[in-house]
């Protein structure tokens, strides 16, 4: 099985831009689409970026997904910082019977 | 609008069983396959179990694999997760996830999720 790895934390002001990054220990991280969540205190995780770099309908386009395999990881980042972006957001990507969130990373806008 | 409504958490002593239930509406709940994910308090998401849209095949993370059994009823648009033998461990909130679609499960909308815990 494979990890993913986040910084446990990244701080910014706002309107700032601001990229969190998703390290694939084993196996490449273009084979296997990845996903990112948001979860804000207290409430279920939402659904930022699917499929690499795809925002659902409603996600503004602040928030962008990308991925690098010379360092097999994903990049999310997030343009214009607002403080309502302040929350946890995780990694995810899956192989043929296991899926993977990375252990998150909160964003503090400040 | 995608709604999921799990339930069936509660307190449970360390080797029980508890049965969750998570209704789904507001898509073609036969047409997507579905995700238990669980998060222990104040910790990350870790992916629990999978089932495919027909119910024919089943993933499971290793910490649940011969205790947990992920199950669908797809006549009553429900998904169901049985914890057997449970631990101080599995203590978590539990999340049904909808999959993106039929051919890649990842998880796309969540649910507010049940809570377990495992206690003496």
């Known amino acids: 099985n494979f990890m993913l790895t986040q910084p446990h934390s990244v701080s910014e002001s706002p309107g700032k831009t601001v990229t969190i990054s998703c390290t694939r220990s084993?196996?490449?991280?273009?084979?296997?689409?990845v996903q990112w969540y948001q979860q804000r205190p207290g409430s279920s995780p939402t659904t930022v970026i699917y499929?690499?770099?795809?925002?659902p309908s409603g996600v503004p386009d602040r928030f962008s997904g990308s991925i690098d395999s010379s360092s097999n990881s994903a990049s999310l980042t997030i343009s214009g910082l607002k403080t309502e972006d302040e929350a946890d957001y995780y990694c995810?990507?899956?192989?043929?019977?296991?899926?993977?969130f990375g252990g998150g990373t909160k964003l503090t806008v400040l | 609008e995608v709604q999921l409504l799990e339930s069936g958490g509660g307190l449970v002593q360390p080797g029980g069983s508890l049965r969750l239930s998570c209704a789904a509406s507001?898509?073609?709940?036969?047409?997507?396959?579905m995700n238990w994910v669980r998060q222990a308090p104040g910790k990350g998401l870790e992916w629990v179990s999978v089932?495919?849209?027909?119910?024919?095949?089943?993933y499971y993370a290793d910490s649940v694999k011969g205790r947990f059994t992920v199950s669908r009823d797809n006549s009553k648009n429900t998904l169901y997760l049985q914890m057997n033998s449970l631990r101080a461990e599995d203590t978590a909130l539990y999340y049904c996830?909808?999959?993106?679609?039929?051919?890649?499960?990842?998880?796309?909308?969540w649910g507010q999720g049940t809570l377990v815990t495992v206690s003496s």
């Open positions: 996830a909808k999959g993106l679609r039929n051919s890649l499960a990842v998880p796309d909308y």
């Open positions: 507001g898509f073609i709940f036969s047409s997507y396959g």
């Open positions: 089932i495919t849209a027909s119910g024919g095949t089943t």
């Open positions: 084993s196996g490449s991280i273009a084979s296997n689409f």
């Open positions: 499929e690499d770099n795809q925002r």
């Open positions: 995810h990507s899956y192989d043929s019977s296991n899926q993977v």
